[in-house]
């Protein structure tokens, strides 16, 4: 299994729910992210996990809440989401972290969220 | 911190013509750069890397350093070329980011 799952694919939402994005990988990696991209624009960095542990947040608002509950799964727990927050959240995955060697990073077809 | 240019939001090109999508880098050493491209309604993907120097799909890329430039190229464009394609340079924070993308536009 080469490939990163997410779901759901489309996710729309109010303002005051509270709703969750999964991702799940079988290729073993030990490095998850999450990313938020808007149209027409590159994914934007949010979140890094490597083993199971967050290594990296970009600064991200707290509305939007990361877990990692085993090697396979990263969660996305969203709350209190703003209209600006629409977009497609892409979920991805690598071996390990790359650093100055860079590294390969699968993604997921993401989930298109819509924020109401 | 590592970062690219792409300096070409959009290139549109004809069918059969010559493809050249730039990438430009701003740091030295030997960079590992990727080139990834997302197709309509398809997951984002590596197209290549520097160190492999291998042909994906007809495209190419050669990192050059005197120019600091990582240029993909393609001798005759398909229409299925048409995508979003982004230069990712490595990371020391082991972030892995992006160029702002170039669109490439297969003209029939």
């Known amino acids: 299994d080469t490939e990163v799952t997410q779901t759901p694919k489309h996710l729309v939402m109010g303002m005051t729910n509270k709703k969750s994005l999964k991702c799940e990988q079988h290729?073993?990696?030990?490095?998850m992210y999450w990313y938020k991209q808007k149209a027409k624009k590159p994914p934007e960095l949010m979140f890094v996990?490597?083993?199971?542990?967050?290594?990296i947040n970009e600064s991200v608002p707290s509305r939007f809440s990361p877990e990692c509950p085993n090697s396979s799964l990263l969660n996305l727990h969203l709350h209190a989401l703003q209209p600006e927050d629409s977009a497609l959240y892409l979920c991805?995955?690598?071996?390990?972290?790359?650093?100055?060697?860079?590294?390969?990073?699968?993604f997921g077809q993401g989930t298109r969220l819509t924020v109401v | 911190a590592q970062r690219v240019t792409q300096p070409e939001k959009l290139l549109s090109v004809f069918k059969g013509a010559p493809v050249e999508l730039k990438c430009n880098y701003s740091?030295?050493?030997?960079?590992?750069l990727f080139w990834y491209v997302q197709y309509s309604r398809q997951r984002l993907q590596l197209l290549l890397r520097?160190?492999s120097r291998e042909s994906i799909k007809g495209f190419t890329a050669d990192l050059n350093k005197g120019e600091t430039s990582f240029h993909l190229k393609k001798p005759f464009a398909q229409e299925e070329d048409s995508a979003m394609y982004y230069c990712?340079?490595?990371?020391?924070?082991?972030?892995?980011?992006f160029g702002k993308g170039t669109r490439l536009h297969i003209l029939p």
């Open positions: 991805a995955s690598s071996q390990d972290l790359g650093g100055l060697m860079n590294t390969e990073a699968f």
């Open positions: 290729m073993g990696h030990r490095a």
């Open positions: 996990y490597s083993y199971e542990k967050l290594s």
């Open positions: 740091y030295s050493g030997s960079p590992e």
């Open positions: 520097h160190i």
């Open positions: 990712a340079p490595p990371n020391r924070d082991d972030k892995i980011i």
